[in-house]
């Protein structure tokens, strides 16, 4: 069983990213993702969710409008627009039951640097 993240790396302010969520040993499915992430020196935050039943989805209030959350058959994505430098984290995916999700499984993070 495991998450691995991927699509991460360099960017400059104002631009797009897309990172994926693949899992390996158990069905996506049925389990709601998330996406968090980690700056330098901070608290792990929440960024986005979707759930396994109705495909409902949470965005924190400082993505909303700029990072789409989408399914793709055993993976998840993380669309990142008009990306700022204090984006800059490594992000994170988790996999859990429910809704909110108690996450049960997460992945090793990837490496989100914005900056010109």
């Known amino acids: 069983v495991q998450l691995v993240e991927s699509g991460g790396g360099l960017v400059q302010p104002g631009g797009s990213l897309r990172l994926s969520c693949a899992a390996s040993g158990f069905n996506l499915d049925s389990y709601s993702v998330g996406w968090y992430r980690q700056a330098p020196g901070k608290e792990r935050e929440g960024v986005s969710c979707v759930s396994s039943r109705d495909g409902a989805t949470y965005y924190a209030d400082s993505v909303k409008g700029r990072f789409t959350i989408s399914r793709d058959g055993n993976m998840v994505h993380l669309q990142m627009n008009s990306l700022k430098p204090e984006e800059t984290a490594v992000y994170y995916c988790?996999?859990?039951?429910?809704?909110?999700?108690?996450?049960?499984?997460w992945g090793q993070g990837t490496l989100v640097t914005v900056s010109s």
């Open positions: 988790a996999a859990g039951l429910g809704w909110p999700p108690r996450y049960d499984y």
